[in-house]
């Protein structure tokens, strides 16, 4: 017996298809989910992050862990992770990339031969401004159906969410 496909995506109704009458409204967990708009709304974000940042070889925890860097320079890893909610080795990868990159060192701590502080390089410093410029572009391209004011809102109200 042949297999067929199946598919695990939602069905998706277009405006000016009428639900079927076979398939309840009941199990329609897409339309009126936050969780699955969150989702979508997440996954158009990395897309056009990736679209846009691409050339400048950085992925949303890379950004975050430099700007967490340059916001507190002499951080640790453990407070890098503790900041970026994750765990110690998932960290030390993210340094290790960062430092090969040429972005940050990892500078000796007086008095504890366990430890190192986190300091950015000048190319690190050079990446973060070739950054706030296409974060500022990016932002604006993210939020082009807003208002001022309904992304005021929208941040507010995520900020809220997140905690």
Do not use: C, H
């Amino acid at each position: 017996m042949p297999r067929t496909a199946v598919s695990t995506s939602p069905p998706t109704r277009s405006k000016s298809r009428k639900p079927r009458p076979d398939v309840p409204d009941v199990f329609d967990f897409q339309s009126n989910a936050l969780g699955y708009q969150l989702r979508l709304a997440q996954l158009r974000a990395f897309d056009l992050f990736f679209e846009m940042l691409a050339p400048l070889d950085l992925s949303p925890a890379r950004v975050t862990a430099l700007s967490l860097i340059a916001m507190s320079p002499g951080t640790n890893q453990a407070a890098l992770a503790k900041a970026l909610n994750v765990a110690g080795p998932s960290a030390l990868k993210l340094v290790d990339g960062l430092e090969s990159a040429g972005w940050i060192r990892r500078m000796e701590v007086e008095g504890d031969r366990r430890r190192y502080s986190l300091q950015l390089t000048e190319q690190g410093q050079s990446r973060l401004e070739q950054l706030r410029e296409k974060l500022t572009e990016y932002e604006a391209r993210l939020t082009a159906g807003l208002s001022e004011a309904e992304r005021v809102q929208l941040m507010d109200l995520l900020g809220r969410l997140a905690r």
